[in-house]
């Protein structure tokens, strides 16, 4: 299994602000998935994380919104911007396994005011 | 797009309680089924996972799992809980590209 390190591991931000969250992986892999899980809800998934390729994101989320970098094979950052209390969650970096499985890393708790 | 749906989402049990938690799917195709549990202040880990074969899964600290591939559903089950069992249980489904659809997750507290 990979291990995944993410920072933060918890902010707490102003509205108006933008924060970027990094997630290191131990091996290189092709793909990284950024998560979000929002307060009792299930996890969602932001985009997929392509290395010399643009990030694909899923319906409802938006590049301006949640840029993201993948400068090379272990290595990524999602931005959240422009924030507002409606951001409040967890985001989560995740990479497949052999298997068909994800590995998630801790995730990082965000708390906007 | 995939759904995957848990019931009960707030479980309370004493020790030694049997546990099941009810998993269903919406995608009609071949499967690929995930129970991932998340402890309090932990990352989420994989429990067990069900890609083909014999339908009855068994995974880690004693957990099993079923496929019932006419009714849908991933059941997971435990038949005597222990305290450290207390934490967060998500169901999800593999739908293509790597990706997983979740569902909203079984918060079960386990009762000394």
């Known amino acids: 299994s990979a291990v995944i390190s993410q920072k933060p591991s918890r902010d707490i931000c102003q509205r108006g602000t933008s924060l970027t969250i990094q997630c290191q992986v131990d091996?290189?892999?092709?793909?990284m998935f950024w998560y979000r899980q929002q307060p009792g809800q299930s996890l969602t998934l932001i985009a997929t994380?392509?290395?010399?390729?643009?990030?694909?994101?899923e319906s409802g989320f938006v590049i301006d919104k949640f840029p993201i970098s993948r400068p090379n094979l272990t290595f990524s950052t999602l931005t959240v911007s422009n924030m507002s209390p409606e951001d409040s969650s967890i985001y989560l970096c995740?990479?497949?396994?052999?298997?068909?499985?994800?590995?998630f890393g801790e995730g990082s708790r965000l708390t906007v005011l | 797009a995939q759904s995957v749906s848990q019931h009960n989402h707030h479980v309370i049990l004493s020790e030694a309680a049997s546990l099941e938690l009810g998993c269903n799917y919406s995608?009609?195709?071949?499967?690929?089924l995930f129970w991932y549990v998340q402890y309090p202040g932990q990352h989420l880990q994989l429990l067990l996972k069900?890609?083909?074969?014999?339908?009855l899964v068994k995974g880690i600290k004693g957990f099993e799992a079923e496929f019932i591939k006419s009714k849908f559903s991933f059941n997971l089950r435990k038949p005597s809980v222990q305290w450290s069992d207390t934490a967060e249980y998500f169901c999800?489904?593999?739908?293509?590209?790597?990706?997983?659809?979740f569902g909203k997750g079984n918060q079960v507290v386990v009762i000394p």
């Open positions: 994380a392509n290395q010399g390729s643009e990030a694909t994101y």
């Open positions: 069900y890609f083909s074969g014999d339908p």
């Open positions: 091996s290189q892999v092709t793909m």
């Open positions: 995608y009609g195709g071949t499967v690929n």
């Open positions: 995740s990479v497949p396994g052999a298997a068909g499985e994800l590995f």
């Open positions: 999800a489904v593999f739908y293509g590209n790597n990706r997983l659809a």
